[in-house]
T-cell receptor, first 115, second 111 residues
């Protein structure tokens, strides 16, 4: 079965510093990977996805993610964190079978950016 | 509308009552999902609809939970005889090509 793991419950970073939110995956076949962000009291917003092509994927709000096949990772990154980036981040993998095509989410990582 | 719409945004119900949650997906999106998010936790898959195919109900936690979808439009999630552990935010999403767009959710509180 497809799955993703987010090993960190929380990541703390100072504003202006680079940030990384980790995600590893386990899939059979080619992975379709996603990052979503959830701001307080709001729904999930799509950030970026990897389907195929370049290993470095650029997304919304200056975020990017690097697909690493050998390490089965898809870490989310941003060169310079903002206080407004503080939110809950979810990594997800697409689970496709004959009767389903659903997103399987990780447990989430809370990012806290301090001024 | 431009996005996925869910109603009601908040619902407080007494234990044992039935509730019905509604989701209006983005027009043209063939896939629709329901997820549950308990306070401070991740997203738990409930059910998936794709066009006229049989839905994937593998995530429904008990037979008190059911969902329907009319064609490629509105979906309703029904919880019968609600229990306190059903308290959560219920999120609906729709998709056309794998990238899911989520509604704001319905916060269900069972008292």
């Amino acid at each position: 079965a497809q799955s993703v793991a987010q090993p960190e419950d929380q990541v703390n970073v100072a504003e202006g510093n680079p940030l990384t939110v980790k995600c590893t995956y386990s899939v059979s076949g080619n992975p379709y990977l996603f990052w979503y962000v959830q701001y307080p009291n709001r729904g999930l917003q799509f950030l970026l996805k990897y389907i195929t092509g370049d290993n470095l994927v650029k997304g919304s709000y200056g975020f990017e993610a690097e697909f690493n096949k050998s390490q089965t990772s898809f870490h989310l990154k941003k060169p310079s964190a903002l206080v407004s980036d503080s939110a809950l981040y979810f990594c997800a993998v697409r689970d496709i079978h004959y009767n389903t095509d659903k997103l399987i989410f990780g447990t989430g990582t809370r990012l806290q950016v301090f001024p | 509308g431009a996005g996925v719409s869910q109603s009601p945004s908040n619902k407080v119900t007494e234990k044992g009552k039935d509730v019905e949650l509604r989701c209006d997906p983005i027009s043209g999106h063939t896939a629709l999902y329901w997820y549950r998010q308990r306070l401070g936790q991740g997203l738990e898959f409930l059910i998936y609809f794709q066009g006229n195919s049989a839905p994937d109900k593998s995530g429904l936690p008990s037979d008190r939970f059911s969902a329907e979808r009319t064609g490629e439009s509105v979906s309703t999630l029904t919880i019968q005889r609600t229990q306190q552990e059903d308290s959560a935010v219920y999120l609906c999403a729709s998709s056309l090509a794998g990238e899911a767009f989520f509604g704001q959710g319905t916060r269900l509180t069972v008292v």
